[in-house]
């Protein structure tokens, strides 16, 4: 009896981490279970033009000094924050990877109106046609 008694003792501590690992939660009295706040779970979601969601216009653009001329279109795939500034910047077609730094050094001074829905603005994801002459 006491053998028993001490395995099923045994089971329980090994099995209420285990259970808390596989994602079922067990209720012990006195306790309470917290939600977890993953950076993942805050990380903000892009929204695609379309429907009620009216595309950000380009307001200002800089100027791209000491590129060289690149005969085919560039196409870049980038959010507009809320406040109209470009960010994850990443190459998708084209250009000259030795240039890419500074041409998207060069978008991330671009400012925008932002995308807008319903009258507010939204963060967007979309994607950039650049060519250099």
């Known amino acids: 009896m006491i053998l ?14 285990l259970a808390t690992v596989a994602g079922i939660q067990a209720e012990v009295p006195g306790t309470a279970v917290q939600p977890v706040n993953s950076p ?3 990380m903000p979601h892009p929204k695609r ?14 100027s791209m000094p000491g590129l060289a001329h690149m005969d ?5 795939k980038l959010w507009v924050e809320t406040d109209g500034i470009p960010s994850h910047i990443r190459v998708l077609q084209g250009g000259d990877p030795a240039q890419n730094d500074k041409i998207i050094a060069a978008v991330s001074q671009y400012r925008f109106a932002p995308a807008t829905e319903n009258g507010k603005p939204v963060l967007v994801e979309m994607n950039l046609e650049l060519s250099v002459d």
Request: glycine share 8%; proline share 6%; hydrophobic share 70%.
């Open 40 to 42: 993942a779970a805050q």
């Open 72 to 76: 085919s279109g560039l196409i870049l």
């Open 49 to 62: 033009v379309g429907g009620a969601v009216i595309a950000p216009v380009l307001i200002h653009v800089v």
């Open 4 to 17: 028993s008694m001490r395995l099923l003792w045994v089971l329980a501590l090994v099995a209420c981490p």
